[in-house]
């Protein structure tokens, strides 16, 4: 079987990645998918600066970005990380291709980005340069 290497990305086989990504599984493109996507959206300058990519992965078909997993890459990626296929759930991945959260309930993106600045490898970056989104 041909695996995509994005999803071979998930987690790297390298012991550095270039970016954290948030993978974000649902049923179905409903109203806890459309919040997810539009809070993303709201928090984009935090998560450009933390380097997280944000994808969304749902049981329906729908994806974001589109085209980027094929359904043979959707299902591996499901049993990887063991997602049911009735449950909003979403991982938070380190640049290091760890699991470092998980979460069922609604994104708590203080907490995120709180829990992603605690880490070694982004308290480095921290050091070289300061907030580009503080206002």
């Excluded at 071979?8 to 919040?35: C, E, G, K, M, T």
């Excluded at 970005?65 to 009735?86: C, G, H, V």
Aim: aromatic share 8%.
């Amino acid at each position: 079987m041909t695996v995509a290497p994005s999803v071979r990305a998930y987690p790297p086989d390298s012991l550095h990645w270039h970016h954290r990504s948030i993978l974000y599984f649902a049923p179905q493109n409903d109203q806890h998918v459309q919040a997810f996507l539009r809070e993303a959206l709201m928090n984009d300058c935090l998560l450009q600066e933390r380097d997280v990519v944000t994808i969304v992965i749902t049981h329906d078909g729908f994806n974001q970005p589109a085209n980027l997993f094929s359904p043979e890459d959707i299902r591996m990626l499901t049993q990887k990380y063991n997602i049911a296929p009735d449950a909003h759930t979403a991982i938070l991945i380190g640049k290091d291709g760890k699991e470092k959260h998980r979460w069922s309930d609604a994104t708590n993106w203080r907490y995120l980005t709180e829990l992603i600045d605690s880490m070694p490898l982004r308290q480095q970056e921290m050091a070289k340069q300061t907030s580009r989104c503080s206002i």
